[in-house]
Nanobody
Framework: QELLVESGGGSVQTGGSLTLSCVAS????????MAWFRQVQGKEREAVAT???????GHYADSVKGRFTIYLSSANAVSLQMNSLRPEDTAMYYC????????????????????WGQGTQVTVSS
């Protein structure tokens, strides 16, 4: 089975809200880091938000600061509260967890993460 399973995606109008959830079935305790990335077909995957146990605060892309919040919703789950959604937020959102051995360790580098979910689609209409 999948190590990470996302849910909560859907269609919403501009200004609306959605909450995404990612459950890490592999883990019996909080992973070191969990993150949300998003991707539009034909474009590179981009970091949205990352939360690490030692980080104190989450890291956010400039485009979502003040609108999105990443937080641990349970011992093995991370959520992304998305408010004031815009059409440019439309993308497939992917959950990622744990830094990959030998990776860069950068919060915004997809290759730095070891485990990935299948994604959940978010569509924001005008």
């Amino acid at each position: 089975q999948e190590l990470l399973v996302e849910s909560g995606g859907g269609s919403v109008q501009t200004g609306g809200s959605l909450t995404l959830s990612c459950v890490a079935s592999k883990y019996t305790y909080n992973p070191g880091c969990m993150a949300w990335f998003r991707q539009v077909q034909g474009k590179e995957r981009e970091a949205v938000a990352t939360l690490c146990t030692g980080g104190g605060r989450g890291h956010y892309a400039d485009s979502v600061k003040g609108r999105f919040t990443i937080y641990l919703s349970s011992a093995n789950a991370v959520s992304l509260q998305m408010n004031s959604l815009r059409p440019e937020d439309t993308a497939m959102y992917y959950c990622a967890a744990d830094f990959r051995l030998g990776g860069s360790g950068r919060w915004d580098d997809p290759s730095a993460f070891r485990d990935w979910g299948q994604g959940t689609q978010v569509t924001v209409s005008s």
